[in-house]
T-cell receptor, first 115, second 114 residues
């Protein structure tokens, strides 16, 4: 099956700093990547959708200047949380899909803790 | 506005019996539905999906039923095994370029007792 690798699996950063999370499709071309966030005991909420080579489309209520998404290649998308604050602490998960298919495959997730 | 709802936060089942997890949706534009299994601090694992043109899809111990008129779907696991214990999420997407753009339910914690 298709493999999506997300790195790091967990990160702790200081308030005010930025942190980058990588999402790689290892054995397929990810024309579209999705970024989700899950707060404790809640559902996964879509943050943004990115197509390779295009600007990301953000869901309502998600600050695009705070959550910078880059999808410069068909195998890599990055999410940068800028000027992180404790309320940004969450579980961030990416998924990736190839054009013309119905399935998106998920990465392992990244636990971000801002102290 | 919760467009996908899983109204049962938890379900407890004896090993070997059937587990039935339910999901309701409100957006009639959804035409593809999926079930995922998830453990804490891990990404969701795909289990089974169904297109809106079907009312049933089977894969081994997993069967998903879709009732479009009621905007309801269910996941049946038969027989249930202790290794099935996890959080189960129902998800939905619209078609075309929106495949993969998922709206998730709140999840149901399934516990299968030996």
């Amino acid at each position: 099956g298709a493999v999506v690798s997300q790195h790091p699996s967990r990160v702790i950063c200081k308030s005010g700093t930025s942190v980058k999370i990588e999402c790689r499709s290892l054995d397929f071309q990810a024309t579209t990547m999705f970024w989700y966030r899950q707060f404790p005991k809640q559902s996964l909420m879509l943050m943004a959708t990115s197509n390779e080579g295009s600007k990301a489309t953000y869901e309502q209520g998600v600050e695009k200047d705070k959550f910078l998404i880059n999808h410069a290649s068909l195998t890599l998308s990055t999410l940068t949380v800028t000027s992180a604050h404790p309320e940004d602490s969450s579980f961030y998960i990416c998924s990736a899909r190839t054009a013309g298919t119905t399935e998106a495959f998920f990465g392992q997730g990244t636990r971000l803790t801002v102290v | 506005d919760q467009q996908v709802k899983q109204n049962s936060p938890s379900l407890s089942v004896q090993e070997g019996r059937i587990s039935i997890l339910n999901c309701d949706y409100t957006n009639s534009m959804f035409d593809y539905f999926l079930w995922y299994k998830k453990y804490p601090a891990e990404g969701p694992t795909f289990l089974i999906s169904i297109s809106s043109i079907k009312d049933k899809n089977e894969d081994g111990r997993f069967t998903v039923f879709l009732n479009k008129s009621a905007k309801h779907l269910s996941l049946h696991i038969v027989p249930s095994q202790p290794g099935d214990s996890a959080v189960y999420f129902c998800a939905a997407s619209k078609g075309g370029t929106s495949y993969g753009k998922l709206t998730f339910g709140q999840g149901t914690i399934l516990t299968v007792h030996p």
